[in-house]
């Protein structure tokens, strides 16, 4: 059977690790799966998702162009019990539409990234929709070989990265409250991403892999180094007097820092990852 392009779209998602193209390209992307859709099964898709404050996510129900509200946002006003892929992780959650004062301020933030968006605000007589997600639990995807898996977080990171220069320079002088609140989450996750590797990761290659411990001292290190620039960028994408020049000169830097560091753990770990996996 053929796969329409929303199946297609799913694919590819699943298939690259949380990379998509086409119409998504530019965008961050989750695949969805919510309530029942109209063949009468679980309706899935990829939609674009926003971060909210400390690293929620948020989803707003743009209107086709005929003003009607997606699918997915009826299904979830039906049930709020929600899946979310992203690419390395399957995220249970519950969505709460916003409302009020919260759901002004953050359609605020969005509007002042998201080209179009006041234009599709005009064609419906209420307020564009926003829900955002609360996290009830987070899982692996099926199990993989670790190595396999350390390559798709670190391309998760590299696309982040390189997404988030890419708003920066397209934006003003000034930077947006959205792209400081993308920063901030950017820096958090890295932060989490090392933390693991270094009490989790790292102990396990120092005890069935002793030949590697200076490898394994050196990305230490870089992991020390590292956090002092992500350090770096959170003060300053902290301070609303921050200016994008400022911000976007500390993204390369952080971008070459972190994407060199990325390419040598790979060299040296994922190898290794893959075989302690299969033993």
Same mark, same amino acid.
């Given at each position: 059977?053929?796969?329409?392009?929303?199946?297609?779209?799913?694919?590819?998602?699943?298939?690259?690790?949380?990379?998509?193209?086409?119409?998504?390209?530019?965008?961050?992307?989750?695949?969805?799966?919510?309530?029942?859709?109209?063949?009468?099964?679980?309706? %899935?898709?990829?939609?674009?998702?926003?971060?909210?404050?400390?690293?929620?996510?948020?989803?707003?129900?743009?209107?086709?162009?005929?003003?009607?509200? +997606?699918?997915?946002?009826?299904?979830?006003?039906?049930?709020?019990?929600?899946?979310?892929?992203?690419?390395?992780? %399957?995220?249970?959650?519950?969505?709460?539409?916003?409302?009020?004062?919260?759901?002004?301020?953050?359609?605020?933030?969005?509007?002042?990234?998201?080209?179009?968006?006041?234009?599709?605000?005009?064609?419906?007589?209420?307020?564009?929709?926003?829900?955002?997600?609360?996290?009830?639990?987070?899982?692996?995807?099926?199990?993989?070989?670790?190595?396999?898996?350390?390559?798709?977080?670190?391309?998760?990171?590299?696309?982040?990265?390189?997404?988030?220069?890419?708003?920066?320079?397209?934006?003003? +002088?000034?930077?947006?409250?959205?792209?400081?609140?993308?920063?901030?989450?950017?820096?958090?996750?890295?932060?989490?991403?090392?933390?693991?590797?270094?009490?989790?990761?790292?102990?396990?290659?120092?005890?069935?892999?002793?030949?590697?411990?200076?490898?394994?001292?050196?990305?230490?290190?870089?992991?020390?180094?590292?956090?002092?620039?992500?350090?770096?960028?959170?003060?300053?994408?902290?301070?609303?007097?921050?200016?994008?020049?400022?911000?976007?000169?500390?993204?390369?830097?952080?971008?070459?820092?972190?994407?060199?560091?990325?390419?040598?753990?790979?060299?040296?770990?994922?190898?290794?990852?893959?075989?302690?996996?299969?033993?």
């Amino acid at each position: 059977m053929a796969l329409d392009d929303n199946e297609r779209a799913v694919a590819e998602f699943r298939a690259s690790r949380g990379g998509l193209g086409g119409p998504f390209a530019g965008a961050r992307i989750v695949v969805l799966t919510t309530g029942r859709g109209a063949a009468g099964g679980k309706l %899935v898709q990829p939609v674009a998702f926003h971060y909210g404050e400390k690293g929620s996510l948020l989803l707003a129900a743009v209107p086709a162009d005929d003003g009607t509200l +997606p699918e997915w946002y009826g299904n979830v006003l039906a049930d709020p019990r929600v899946s979310v892929e992203t690419g390395t992780a %399957v995220i249970e959650a519950d969505a709460r539409p916003l409302t009020g004062w919260e759901r002004d301020t953050v359609y605020a933030q969005l509007a002042e990234v998201t080209p179009g968006l006041h234009e599709k605000q005009r064609l419906l007589a209420e307020p564009v929709p926003i829900v955002a997600l609360r996290t009830r639990s987070r899982a692996r995807l099926a199990a993989e070989p670790w190595g396999d898996e350390l390559k798709a977080v670190h391309d998760g990171f590299r696309r982040e990265l390189a997404l988030i220069r890419e708003e920066i320079a397209a934006g003003g +002088p000034k930077l947006a409250a959205q792209l400081r609140v993308n920063c901030l989450t950017a820096c958090a996750m890295l932060h989490r991403h090392h933390v693991t590797e270094d009490d989790e990761v790292f102990p396990k290659i120092d005890r069935l892999h002793p030949e590697l411990a200076a490898a394994v001292r050196g990305l230490r290190e870089e992991h020390r180094r590292l956090a002092e620039l992500v350090g770096r960028l959170q003060d300053l994408a902290a301070d609303e007097t921050s200016g994008s020049a400022a911000v976007l000169a500390e993204v390369d830097g952080l971008t070459a820092e972190i994407e060199a560091h990325l390419d040598r753990e790979e060299e040296r770990l994922v190898p290794v990852l893959n075989a302690l996996k299969t033993k």
